[in-house]
């Protein structure tokens, strides 16, 4: 019979944060595959758990799922950590998920801690909807054209940032998506666990020597795409706003509900003015 393939989420900080199933399981497992073998070693020492390591790290991530997959193979049952948190989520998993599931293997999620959610929940945004898109790039003009893609986007919108970028990262949000409200979620779940809520020109500000962990989140654009797009539609003549919708293939009737609707008029008005 072939192993499970058991993607266990860790602590983000707190070790209390460990589910009772994870720690069965991680007791269970023939095998942990772990982003940083030593780091594993103090959570798995912590909880008096004793199991065969194998590291699993982004570089060795292809090689190392093959090696993983002839075990899963051979009936071994495996968890996968990484140092904090889900794995999977802007930390290795992936590749080792697809080639499970291309060999019919069971892959188990083993839920708890993720960081970009414990710092949506408390962070007084909007947890309604939002776009979580991990690490930006470190190259400027990379970091600058995801941003700019997301000017219009107005779900709140999370990303992940090690310290030492985090002042230059906040700079170019600034610049591209102007002084938003933003919150910096710091050292979630352990001792120094802080929620900086403020605009980006006042935590530039006050940031200089600031240290840990954070998750950033930022407001979404109050006016989406579409908004701009229809009040540009508006300073436009009615011919050029029909057209608009027209290229989009819409019926005359749907147009001119449209364009009613866009200019706060009538339908009827509308319509005597095209005929
Ligand atoms: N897999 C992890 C998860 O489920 O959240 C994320 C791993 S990613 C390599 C590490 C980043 O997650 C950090 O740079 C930081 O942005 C965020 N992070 C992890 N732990 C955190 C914590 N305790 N407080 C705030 N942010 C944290």
Redesign the pocket.
Known sequence: MKGKLYLVATP??NLEDITLRALRILKEVDLIAAEDTRHTLGLLNHFNISKPLISYYKQTEKNKSEILIKKLLDGKNIALV?D???PG???PGEEIVKLAIENNIDVVPIPG????IN?LIASGLSAKEFIFIGFLSALKKEKKEKLEELKYETKTIIL???PHKLKNTLEVIYEVLGNRKIVL??????IHEEFIRDDIKNILNNIDNIKG???VLIEGSKESKIDIEISNLNNKTLEEHYEFYEKQGLEKKEIIKRIAKDRNLSKNEIYQYFI
């Open positions: 983000i900080g990484s904090a948190g889900t989520i802007s930390d801690c993720v960081a970009l710092g992940y940032e090690a979620a710091r050292e979630l779940t352990k962990e954070f998750v």
